[in-house]
């Protein structure tokens, strides 16, 4: 049976209210909180309990998918270089600490230690670690691992290994260096997201890197049910997720839609092509809504909501998608000029009334006030395990009702694990951790 282990110290409560930031005067907060050694205890644990994962993933793409395995559950370990650690450390905004608050978000839940992977006796602590796991993630460039003779063949053979790369382990381009903002490109979203006459734009997130995290943690989940299936008997495997390809899966008929008569799917500003109505218009009072009027029943209770019932679908000209796909300039016309002349909140308040499709465009300080995220205790508090101030996270999804995942923690410090995980997995006294101390390989 595998065995969960999980740090003695639970920094998070359910359902308590955190402080407003003095910067937000008169504003409640809801939050999933943490939880005390007792109520934490009376809690359904995540449906990943017991598995023991090894994550030498970096940066944002594995450091996603080991998040996302430790909310869930999973016993994770996660080794970092000594001195300056994983490079998310120092990126975007830092606490008063000096550590970055993405790092707190991504780093959660995990136990993390230092290990110089570089020298000989460092890899034969990982490779010791390796062989007590279940599951081992990894994003270094193709080969790397192999080098060090830690690759899959090197390790024991039930041993799920998860490797997050560029372009995947194969091909004319396995080798090549592979951030999300050149991947996005290269898996197609840049082309497609954009104006026609404009370079193309790239959202201010990793979305591809986040992507690649979130596909690397499905494919170890189906690896394990694979195993389980076969009463854990079954050899490991080996998960490939390669950001480029993330991006491509998220492709929706762009492939077929080429192969069949050859139309390549261009960028479409703020609609999406071949559906008609669906857009991104400026109400009077100067803010963005969104607005979904695909479908024939939908359409029709939209545009009599914007005064043309004479343009519903009961009429052949707008009869099918297809139709108002040939008259789409027609129908946004009508439907922006309405937005235009209404306030956004009575644009919505009429779409709702409709029963139409639509939204406000949020920015992060919108949706941290928002009752809608609130009730669903989509922030939780957390502090580091070693102490220090307490962080808002957004919860990791999707929200499961029997076993749901938790914060435990906030990312914690540099090698603040680093002991205890070499003298519980491997038994190493103080000796030979003061050893391995003098000689900079933890």
């Not at 395995?69 to 001195?83: H, I």
């Not at 694979?226 to 390669?242: L, Y």
């Not at 899966?249 to 999406?272: F, K, L, Q, V």
């Not at 439907?335 to 939204?359: C, F, N, Q």
Request: aromatic share 6%; charged share 20%.
């Amino acid at each position: 049976m595998l065995r969960f282990l999980s740090c003695s110290c639970r920094q998070v409560s359910h359902c308590a209210k955190s402080p407003v930031p003095a910067r937000y005067p008169g504003l409640a907060r809801l939050h999933h909180s943490a939880l005390d050694d007792e109520e934490a205890d009376s809690q359904p644990h995540g449906p990943l309990q017991g598995i023991k994962v090894l994550d030498l993933g970096q940066v944002v793409a594995g450091n996603f998918c080991g998040a996302a395995l430790a909310y869930f559950g999973a016993d994770v370990t996660k080794v970092e270089p000594p001195g300056a650690g994983d490079a998310l450390r120092s990126l975007r905004t830092a606490d008063t600490s000096g550590t970055s608050l993405w790092w707190r978000s991504y780093g959660r839940n995990r136990r993390c230690m230092t290990v110089d992977m570089r020298q000989e006796e460092g890899r034969q602590i990982i490779k010791q670690l390796a062989n007590k796991v279940d599951v081992l993630v990894e994003n270094f460039r193709p080969g790397v691992m192999e080098k060090w003779k830690l690759g899959p063949k090197d390790l024991k053979p039930d041993l799920v290994f998860a490797r997050i790369s560029g372009y995947g382990q194969t091909g004319p381009k396995a080798q090549l260096a592979g951030y999300a903002s050149v991947c996005e490109a290269y898996g197609g979203f840049r082309h497609l997201n954009g104006f026609a006459d404009r370079p193309p734009v790239r959202p201010n997130m990793s979305l591809g890197d986040t992507l690649a995290g979130l596909h690397a943690a499905f494919g170890i989940v189906m690896a394990l049910l694979h195993r389980q299936r076969h009463d854990n008997k079954a050899p490991g495997q080996v998960v490939d997720a390669a950001i480029s390809e993330s991006m491509f899966n998220m492709m929706e008929g762009c492939i077929p839609e080429y192969a069949y008569n050859g139309h390549d799917r261009p960028p479409s500003g703020s609609t999406i092509s071949g559906v008609v109505p669906s857009a991104t218009l400026q109400s009077k009072d100067g803010k963005y809504v969104i607005i979904g009027g695909n479908g024939d029943s939908v359409y029709s209770r939209l545009m009599a909501a914007v005064g043309r019932p004479d343009m519903s679908s009961a009429n052949p000209l707008y009869a099918t998608n297809t139709h108002r796909c040939q008259r789409a300039d027609e129908i946004y016309k009508v439907i922006g000029d309405w937005v235009a002349s209404h306030t956004h909140e009575e644009v919505l308040a009429a779409m709702a009334k409709a029963r139409v499709p639509s939204g406000p465009i949020l920015s992060t300080a919108d949706i941290y006030r928002e009752e809608q995220y609130r009730q669903r205790n989509m922030f939780e508090t957390a502090a580091p395990p070693g102490g220090g101030e307490e962080v808002t996270l957004p919860a990791m999804l999707p929200v499961l009702t029997g076993t749901p995942g938790r914060t435990k923690w906030a990312g914690p410090d540099l090698g603040h694990h680093t002991e205890e995980v070499l003298r519980e997995q491997l038994k190493l006294d103080d000796a030979a951790i003061v050893k391995l101390q003098q000689q900079k390989v933890i």
